[in-house]
């Protein structure tokens, strides 16, 4: 019976703690314009492919076709999460973090690497690989920017190492 009560208490405790707070908004900067937009408008193409007529703006802006950000949206990399964490608090880890804050930054630069370490293994978590929407969808903070520009670059210099390494799961 204490057991029961004690789970039942510890329950009610779990309730009173908020939920970690997760990007709302994606400022993307790319080339000239910077824009804003609802993480839900990048997680509604990612899963749908559909675009809503302020991400088709946009997209237009950029000389972007939406499928070609759903691609970039939903590039997965396999991972293991503990094996994820374990290396992100490396120096190596420490590296990439820094390279990744680059390109995903948080708007006040403060913990900018923390917070990317945090969503890049919560997204981890899910299903044992990382997307960038799963990051973003992720990030603990209500606002996350993204410079285009790095991003495309960092995408297509992996797209291309990738392929020359075996036995990844690309």
């Not at 991003?151 to 036995?167: D, R």
């Amino acid at each position: 019976m204490k057991r029961w009560m004690l789970l039942f208490s510890i329950m009610g405790l779990v309730n009173l703690i908020p939920p970690v707070q997760a990007a709302e908004r994606v400022v993307v900067k790319y080339s000239v314009f910077q824009e804003s937009l609802a993480v839900s408008e990048l997680s509604n193409l990612s899963r749908t492919g559909e675009v809503s007529p302020t991400l088709q703006t946009y997209l237009e802006m950029a000389n972007k076709k939406p499928e070609e950000v759903r691609d970039i949206l939903n590039y997965a990399i396999s991972v293991n999460p503990d094996q994820l964490n374990q290396m992100l608090n490396s120096f190596v880890g420490k590296y990439i973090l820094n390279k990744a804050g680059e390109v995903i930054q948080n708007p006040i630069s403060q913990a900018n690497n923390n917070a990317l370490r945090d969503a890049l293994v919560i997204s981890a978590n899910t299903e044992n690989d990382i997307r960038l929407i799963e990051v973003l969808e992720n990030y603990p903070s209500p606002e996350v920017q993204i410079n285009g520009d790095r991003l495309m670059e960092l995408y297509q210099q992996f797209k291309s190492v990738a392929g020359n390494i075996p036995n990844l799961p690309f």
